[in-house]
C-alpha cells in the first residue's frame, strides 16, 4: 500500500519585514540623491546663465597678495581681455585702469579695510583695443574674518561708459556757449570768482579782460547773422589761442567776451591784450567776395587791495572797454 507523501516542490523562500524597508530606504535614498544632483545642476547652469548675461564684472579678490579668486564672464567683454591671464596675474586689472586714475583706484580701494564697504568708486579702463571705458566699482569685505584666515575683498564693477559721456555732455551743454564752444556767462563768473577768492587768499596778481567786437550790429545788418556768427566764431578760437594754459575765457554777451588771467602781472596782462587785438585784426574775412576787417575795444583791470568783490574788477574793466570805444576803438584800455 503506497502512502501519499507532500510535494518535493520548495516553497521560495519569505522575505522578512527588515529587508523591504531597507532596500526601499536606500532606492528612495539614490533617488532622492539623483534629483538633488540634477536640481543642483539645474542651479548651476541658471547661476552660470545669470553671469554671462550681467554686464557687470563680478570679482573676488584676496586682500594680503591681491590674487584673482575669481572673475565673472562680463569681465572679458568690458575689459577685452583673457580671465584666465588674470587669474594667473594679478596685476592685470590695475594695469588696465588708465594712468591718471591708478592712484585713486588703489587709495579708494584700501578704504575697504577702514569702512568695511566702499560704493561707486569711478575710474577708467583703457580695453585691450585702445578703448577708454568708464567704471563704476563697489566693493566689500567681511570685517570678522576668522583670524588666521586669508582677508577675501569682492565687488562688483559695472560699464558706466554712456552714462559718464551723457553726464559729460549735460555739463558741457550747461556751461559752454554753444556757438563759440566758450564758456558761457554764468559758468565763466563762477570760476572767476573762484580764482578771484584765490589771488586774494594768496596775494597773487589777477587780471580781467573785457572785449567788445567793434561795429558788431553793423557786420550782421551787412552781411547777415550768419556771417556775423562766423566773426563770434573765429575771434573766440583767436582768443582761446592767446591765452595761456589756467587762463578763463567766456562769451559773457552777444559780441563781449571776457577773460581772466591769474597770476599775471599788470605788464603781462597788456602784452595779452595787445597780442589779442592783433591776432582778431589779423582775421580775414570775406563776404560774396568783399573782403572785410574785424577789430575789438578791449578794458583791462588789475586786481588791487580796493578790490573787496570780482564784482568791482569787473566794474573797472567793463568802465574802460567803454572808454576805448569813445578813444575810437581798436585799442586797449587799463581800468
Not at 27 to 54: K, N, P
Not at 139 to 157: D, E, S
Not at 255 to 261: D, H, N, R, T
Request: glycine share 8%; aromatic share 6%; hydrophobic share 40%.
Amino acid at each position: 500500500m503506497v502512502h501519499e507523501t507532500d510535494s518535493p516542490t520548495a516553497t521560495p523562500p519569505e522575505s522578512t519585514d527588515a529587508s523591504r524597508p531597507a532596500a526601499a530606504a536606500t532606492l528612495l535614498a539614490l533617488m532622492h540623491a539623483q534629483g538633488e544632483v540634477e536640481r543642483l545642476s539645474e542651479r548651476e547652469q541658471l547661476l552660470s546663465s545669470l553671469l554671462v548675461s550681467v554686464n557687470a564684472v563680478l570679482w573676488a579678490i584676496e586682500w594680503e597678495t591681491r590674487r584673482v579668486l575669481y572673475v565673472s564672464p562680463a569681465y572679458e567683454r568690458i575689459f577685452g581681455r583673457s580671465a584666465s591671464l588674470l587669474l594667473a596675474e594679478h596685476r592685470g586689472w590695475r594695469d588696465s585702469i588708465h594712468p591718471e586714475d591708478q592712484q585713486y583706484a588703489e587709495q579708494s580701494l584700501a578704504q575697504v579695510l577702514e569702512l568695511g564697504a566702499v560704493e561707486d568708486r569711478q575710474y577708467r579702463i583703457i580695453t585691450a583695443d585702445g578703448q577708454i571705458r568708464w567704471l563704476s566699482d563697489k566693493c566689500f569685505t567681511n570685517q570678522q574674518a576668522t583670524p588666521g584666515k586669508p582677508l577675501i575683498v569682492v565687488g562688483i564693477a559695472e560699464d558706466i561708459t554712456e552714462k559718464k559721456h551723457l553726464e559729460l555732455e549735460l555739463q558741457r551743454l550747461a556751461t559752454t556757449d554753444v556757438l563759440t564752444r566758450s564758456s558761457n556767462r554764468r559758468h565763466f563768473f563762477e570760476c572767476a570768482h573762484h580764482e578771484f577768492e584765490r589771488a586774494c587768499a594768496q596775494g597773487l596778481p589777477l587780471a580781467f579782460l573785457l572785449l567788445d567786437i567793434d561795429n558788431f550790429k553793423a557786420i550782421n545788418d551787412t552781411y547777415g547773422h550768419l556771417e556775423g556768427d562766423q566773426v563770434l566764431l573765429r575771434i573766440a578760437e583767436s582768443g582761446r589761442g592767446v591765452l595761456r594754459r589756467g587762463d578763463l575765457f567766456g562769451r559773457i554777451g552777444g559780441e563781449e567776451f571776457a577773460a581772466v588771467l591769474p597770476g599775471c602781472a599788470p605788464e603781462r596782462a597788456m602784452q595779452v591784450a595787445e597780442r589779442l587785438g592783433q591776432e582778431v585784426r589779423q582775421l580775414g574775412f570775406s563776404h560774396e567776395g568783399r573782403p572785410y576787417g574785424v577789430t575789438v575795444s578791449q578794458g583791462l583791470a588789475n586786481l588791487t587791495a580796493e578790490d573787496a568783490t570780482l564784482d568791482s574788477l569787473f566794474a573797472r574793466a567793463d568802465a574802460a572797454m567803454y572808454e576805448a570805444k569813445r578813444q575810437g576803438k581798436n585799442r586797449v584800455i587799463v581800468g
